[in-house]
């Protein structure tokens, strides 16, 4: 093979004859998400875990089944900012949510400022506590952001605009992860402050994520022998 990941693979049978394969395989691409990784707060549940992933963002949960239990960023800002994270677990048996919010106060998905709420896959929007819609399905490695551009915020799932909030939007805002059910995962996730501006990589070592490859194709020399 070569640098570029093409691949020859050939197959001899005892009278001589030869088949031949052509692949690609390309790894998968790295993950960019907009901002630095933060250092969350938590101080809600010992059952709360950061680990894993780039830098320890990636937020579990190992009991207290059916509570909500969150983390937020000590950075904050009053101007434009957002938060990016990556659904990293199967979510049709469990629940969680992330977003921006305006306080550390926390009893539930509600009381996350702007936030998108994960239901068993189903992605819905809400605004403390308000309810604006469902917005279609999340797969593991969609990633998510929730921004504030000036005073409106913007809602998207891979570079796709789900919603533009009517709320107008002031004050400090932080990053903010929650989850309800235990084995759901969210995570890493990157906090953006138009003072600081940045990009973050996920990056996956080589064999650390599924190899895929072109269509095999024949030597047109021996496909009769196939």
């Known amino acids: 093979g070569d640098v570029n990941g093409n691949v020859t693979v050939s197959a001899y049978t005892t009278a001589g004859e030869t088949n031949t394969w052509n692949y690609t395989i390309q790894a998968s691409q790295p993950t960019a998400l907009r901002g630095a990784f933060p250092t969350w707060t938590n101080g809600f549940s010992s059952s709360l875990a950061l680990s894993g992933g780039t830098d320890g963002q990636v937020l579990a949960k190992s009991a207290s089944q059916g509570t909500w239990q969150g983390v937020f960023s000590q950075q904050n800002t009053t101007g434009d900012c957002s938060i990016d994270w990556v659904d990293t677990a199967v979510t049709s048996s469990a629940r969680g949510a992330a977003g921006l919010s305006s306080s550390s106060a926390f009893s539930s998905f509600n009381d996350i400022t702007y936030g998108i709420y994960n239901n ?6 809400y605004e403390s506590g308000n309810n604006r819609g469902a917005f279609g399905y999340s797969s593991p490695g969609d990633v998510f952001r929730v921004e504030r551009r000036a005073n409106t915020v913007y809602y998207y799932q891979n570079g796709n605009l789900l919603y533009t909030s009517t709320v107008i939007s002031s004050g ?15 995570g890493p996730a990157a ?33 009769s022998e196939l």
């Open 120 to 125: 068993y896959g189903v992605m819905y929007i």
């Open 191 to 223: 906090f953006y402050s138009a003072s600081s501006p940045c990009i973050s990589f996920i990056t996956n070592g080589y064999g650390a994520a599924i190899l895929y490859t072109t269509t095999a194709y024949r030597s047109e020399e021996h496909t």
């Open 172 to 186: 400090a805002l932080s990053a903010t992860m929650a989850l309800f059910d235990v084995g759901y995962s969210i």
